[in-house]
T-cell receptor
């Protein structure tokens, strides 16, 4: 079945550091890929998405590129802020099989940014 | 437009009791999904409901768990005779429609602790 593997946390960075959170996936066909963010005490929010190979999703300074050849969707940000401290989830939706509503999540990566 | 509302935020139950988790979707959303997050795990799909119908319950444990989404009122996830292994965060999400590129909006979750 489909699966998502993301970088083990926690990740601790200083403000303005470069961030990479790795995410790789296993899926049949061509899934859509997502990054969700969960701020402390809140629900998951969609951060960005990509729906086909070579697409780049971007939002709030975060970027991720859908790499079919490496089955990856790594999250990057050039300069993190304290307010980016949160748990980040990589997820996919499978394209076929009649269940294109179902999200498969990675375990989440806790990011802490210190001033 | 209020987001997805889940209550209670925290629920403590003794072994053998029943737990009822409520989810009010965003206004106009008729598609509801429940996910469970066990400690140190990612979110796992449990069930997908539309008004008065269960569409996909492939992620629901076979016994003690049930879900409904009545014509009026919130969606309910019901766990009978809870055991310690049911302790988890339960997230509800809603969507305006279903599909590969449709965004699902998540609630803040209900954290169930079984003592």
């Amino acid at each position: 079945g489909d699966s998502v593997t993301q970088m083990e946390g926690p990740v601790t960075l200083s403000e303005e550091a470069f961030l990479t959170i790795n995410c790789t996936y296993t899926a049949t066909g061509y899934p859509s890929l997502f990054w969700y963010v969960q701020y402390p005490g809140e629900g998951l929010q969609l951060l960005l998405k990509a729906t086909k190979a070579d697409d780049k999703g971007s939002n709030k300074g975060f970027e991720a590129t859908y790499r079919k050849e490496t089955t990856s969707f790594h999250l990057e940000k050039g300069s993190v802020q304290v307010s980016d401290s949160a748990v980040y989830f990589c997820a996919l939706k499978e394209a076929g099989g009649g269940s294109n509503y179902k999200l498969t999540f990675g375990k989440g990566t806790l990011l802490t940014v210190n001033p | 437009n209020a987001g997805v509302m889940q209550n209670p935020r925290h629920l403590v139950r003794r072994r053998g009791q029943e737990a009822r988790l409520r989810c009010s979707p965003m206004k106009g959303h008729s598609h509801v999904y429940w996910y469970r997050q066990l400690p140190e795990e990612g979110l796992k799909f449990m069930v997908y409901l539309q008004k008065e119908n269960i569409i996909d319950e492939s992620g629901m444990p076979k016994e003690r768990f049930s879900a409904e989404f009545p014509k009026e009122g919130p969606s309910i996830l019901r766990i009978q005779q809870v055991v310690r292994g049911d302790s988890a965060a339960y997230f509800c999400a809603s969507a305006l429609q279903t599909g590969l590129n449709t965004e699902a909006f998540f609630g803040q979750g209900t954290r169930l602790t079984v003592v």
